[in-house]
């Protein structure tokens, strides 16, 4: 299967944010969130998730809307439809504590 | 001038995101940004930004990247485009410190 390809588009002390580009049939592989993230759609989505059960789910996520997920998912996202899928993935580091 | 149409998409402890939808020469209005953010661009974003010193200045922001800007800018945010631009900005809320 092909893989999905990821930019990192910025990084600093706050977040990660990641452009995930994926041809139809591209998929991530599988992969656990370590950070709570917001995923934004930048073109439609039709994705297939597949979670730690082995099950598939087909969800489409519209261009221009988004969600917000915890830390810990693990699943395979793969591109179910027939064009160029993207989203923008961003990371929320977890704050660090100021120095004592 | 036309305002831009402002959706909240998702709110949390965490974050705030907030779709803008502008048609060509729509503007946000001028504004404070209260709270670190991140945009990413979903269409190709031709930005009039006009800064406290009445200064504008065009960027393109090409859909599909985004940036981050701190909290405490002030400005205002124009389509100088003739087609809709939108953009999904991600606020991200203050770390609630932990209850001692």
Redesign the interface.
């Known amino acids: 299967m092909e893989q999905a390809v990821a930019t990192v588009?910025?990084e600093?002390a706050?977040?990660r944010?990641t452009?995930f580009?994926f041809a139809p049939g591209a998929a991530t592989g599988w992969h656990r969130h370590g950070m709570?993230y917001?995923i934004?759609a930048?073109t439609d989505c039709p994705m297939r998730i597949v979670g730690p059960d082995g099950a598939a789910r087909d969800v489409l996520v519209p261009?221009?809307?988004?969600?917000?997920r915890d830390a810990g998912v693990e699943h395979d996202v793969v591109n179910a439809g027939s064009a160029l899928m993207?989203f923008?993935e961003?990371e929320?580091k977890a704050?660090v504590s100021p120095a004592p």
């Not at 261009?63 to 917000?68: D, E, F, L, R």
Request: cysteine-free.
């Open positions: 588009l910025v600093d706050r977040v944010v452009r580009d709570d917001v934004t930048i261009a221009g809307t988004a969600y917000v993207s923008v961003i929320l704050p």
